[in-house]
């Protein structure tokens, strides 16, 4: 059975860095892509930043610079790190991904982690 287990979040001053990790398993195949969301409280759940099976990736407009999205295929870990995080980043971050043969579209997302806070204090 498909698992995503998010952790690496905590609270950090406006500059500051962190990386969040994404275990995965349980999956029999490659999914097309997997994902880093984050959700504020009040606000829409926003696509943070994507990496595709081919190897490209796509980042977020709003974070685009400061965070990167990579993978460990030896660990089974997905990463995202943060550079100059700003109170605006504060927010719970959940990795996804589609199941076998889906789409990338938030919509699409199957499975989830349970979540990690990111706190940003200014």
């Known amino acids: 059975q498909e698992q995503l287990v998010e952790s690496g979040g905590g609270s950090v001053q406006t500059g500051g860095s962190l990386r969040l990790s994404c275990a995965v398993s ?32 796509f980042v977020a407009p709003s974070v685009s610079g400061r965070f990167t999205i990579s ?18 980043d504060t927010a719970t971050y959940y990795c996804a991904t589609p199941t076998y043969g889906g ?14 806070q990111v706190t940003v204090s200014s």
């Open 26 to 57: 349980g999956y029999t195949y490659i999914p097309y892509c997997m994902a880093w969301f984050r959700q504020a409280p009040g606000k829409e759940r926003e696509r943070v930043a994507t990496l595709y099976t081919r190897g490209d990736t």
């Open 71 to 88: 993978k460990d295929p030896d660990k089974n870990t997905l990463y995202l790190s943060m550079y100059n995080l700003k109170p605006e």
């Open 103 to 116: 789409r990338c579209g938030a919509d699409d997302m199957k499975y989830w982690g349970q979540g990690t």
